[in-house]
């Protein structure tokens, strides 16, 4: 048994890989805009795959463009043990959200190889494809089509504002990972562990460096279209016109009636709302936002979720609306396997840990349908993140690193 040996992280290293993968769509103001397959995400996958060969891991890439390097096991055969997270990033992204996932998992695939620890099942850090959904809609897609919550047709056939499809971005990151071995999209793995960065203010407020998940809240994401008529500003009375402007007004203020809770659990977000043709002079004829809709109970997730598309009906009048929900996630509650290791991998180190739930979303929702699945959480400074102030210290990151790589190896012992 090899949970208590010792896995010196190298906080130097991190760091510095932290620092590199910030200047790829970096921000005058200090955060990064990296979305999924850009030039400057996959020149990150690229690098990554390059030091991966450099330390002879070797490199993989599925049909959908998920990255993972793997370290290879005393039993080869083995489903691996895995942890990752996303490279990409919210257009205000932050330096930690997503990379540091990933960078934590290679990290402890590397320190382990230095440590010359050895392990039955092979180890993988994965770099899943577009989990923040800003570039191509919807979010989580990489896992998702994964475990085959998701069609990997409909999904490739995902197009962003420019018109490039998911499938043309994937074959763009091919091109600049030529070696890349073939993975099976759905292969078995043992066990999935994701690091991540809190992403909220509960482990700083208590001086806790690590969080162990319990589970994620469940989401309902809706895009509703408004339709409505072009007509001069200047001449048309307001009895004539069918305004999607004023229409989709009056049906985000019903939403906001329909979800108002005094206890604050319900989380609902309106962060895209667009109005075309968006000129002065023209009545606006169209429409479009997306709800981002949250709650940890599924009961109040499909009450109130259900009332979106009555809502959008009685609010937009003599336009037209429509409404569709590219998400449906339930609340996700992680078995007792993961989190156990967790735990004992931050007690034998002698770190504070506490159990925590997940208001964000991650890809360990998906990978919990696959396999028995867990997190690592460390604090952030004032739990800010989907902004560019997010921040984290070099020691907390190593803490995480080190209890992520510990529980790799135990897990991957089994
Ligand atoms: C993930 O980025 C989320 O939106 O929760
Ligand atoms: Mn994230
Ligand atoms: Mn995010």
Request: glycine share 10%.
């Amino acid at each position: 048994m090899q949970a208590g040996r010792n896995i010196p992280i190298d906080v130097g290293r991190l760091w510095e890989r932290h620092e590199q993968c910030a200047a790829l769509g970096a921000t005058p103001k200090g955060g990064v805009n990296r979305s999924a397959l850009s030039v400057d995400d996959i020149t990150l996958h690229a690098r990554l795959a390059r030091e991966a060969s450099g330390r002879g891991f070797e490199v993989l890439l599925d049909d959908y463009g998920n990255t993972f390097f793997r370290k290879p096991g005393i039993e080869p055969g083995l489903a691996p043990v895995m942890s990752g997270s996303h490279s990409d990033t919210q257009p205000t992204g932050g330096r930690f959200d997503g990379i540091f996932g990933v960078l934590a998992a290679f990290e402890a695939l590397e320190a382990i190889a230095d440590a010359g620890v050895s392990h039955r099942r092979p180890l993988e850090a994965v770099i899943w494809n577009n989990e923040e959904g800003s570039r191509f809609r919807p979010s989580a897609m990489g896992s998702s089509v994964y475990v085959g919550n998701d069609s990997l047709e409909e999904m490739l056939g995902s197009v962003d504002d420019q018109g490039c499809t998911m499938a043309q971005a994937v074959a763009q990151l091919r091109e600049a990972i030529p070696g890349a071995a073939h993975r099976e999209l759905g292969a078995p793995v043992h066990a999935f562990v994701e690091a991540h960065i809190e992403q909220g203010p509960v482990l700083e407020r208590e001086g806790i460096p690590i969080g162990v998940v319990t589970g994620i809240q469940g989401t309902r994401k809706f895009e509703v279209e408004v339709l409505g008529e072009e007509a001069h500003a200047g001449t048309t009375p307001r009895a004539n016109r069918r305004d999607a402007f004023v229409a989709a007004v009056a049906v985000v203020g019903r939403l906001h009636e329909i979800f108002h809770d005094a206890a604050d659990e319900v989380r609902f977000t309106i962060g895209e709302f667009i109005v075309k043709p968006g000129a002065m002079a023209v009545v606006p004829s169209r429409v479009w936002f997306c709800i981002d809709f949250r709650h940890p109970d599924n009961d109040v997730l499909a009450s109130l979720g259900d009332r979106v598309a009555e809502a959008a009906r009685q609010g937009a009048g003599r336009c037209e609306v429509r409404v569709s929900e590219p998400t449906r996630a339930g609340s996700t509650i992680f078995g007792d396997e993961v989190p156990d290791a967790i735990v004992r991998a931050a007690g034998d180190r002698g770190h504070a840990w506490r159990r925590i739930y997940s208001g964000a979303g991650h890809d360990a929702r998906y990978m919990a349908m696959h396999c028995p699945t867990g997190m690592v959480f460390i604090p952030c400074e004032k739990g800010i993140s989907h902004n560019e102030a997010e921040n984290a210290t070099a020691s907390d990151l190593a803490a995480g690193a080190q209890v992520l790589a510990a529980s790799l190896v135990s897990l991957a012992d089994r």
